[in-house]
């Protein structure tokens, strides 16, 4: 009988030189990290035009909003929050001060009381 952290007679499977016999299978569905890079690269390089930055900075600081006053973020509140900092006329940079998230996030604090 093997001793506590005996971890006793080491095999080897003849098929693929693995210690134990066990298989070793490559997982077809995971990218190779030179496939990981190249994306990331290609990223980098692709350029976002100024409306689209608009846009996505605006998500992103609708997720922000929704974080301060400790609401659910779901795609339907970022979008409660998003659609309401248009209806007010805000700019992007704008919705961060703190009178305008308590104003952007009303409709979102109304529908979850």
């Known amino acids: 009988m ?23 299978e490559e997982d077809d569905a995971a990218p190779l990290a030179e496939t990981l890079q190249g994306i990331r690269q290609r990223h980098a390089a692709t350029a976002v035009l100024p409306d689209e930055r608009e846009r996505i900075a605006r998500v992103r600081n609708s997720v922000e909003c929704l974080r301060m006053v400790h609401c659910f973020v779901t795609p339907d509140t970022i979008r409660l929050v998003y659609d309401e900092s248009l209806r007010l006329g805000l700019k992007v940079g704008e919705m961060m001060r703190p009178d305008q998230v308590l104003a952007v996030t009303e409709p979102t604090r109304a529908r979850s009381q």
Request: no cysteine; net charge neutral; glycine share 22%.
């Open 2 to 24: 093997p001793k506590v952290g005996d971890s006793g007679p080491i095999s080897t499977n003849t098929s693929n030189g693995t210690p134990g016999g066990a298989f070793v």
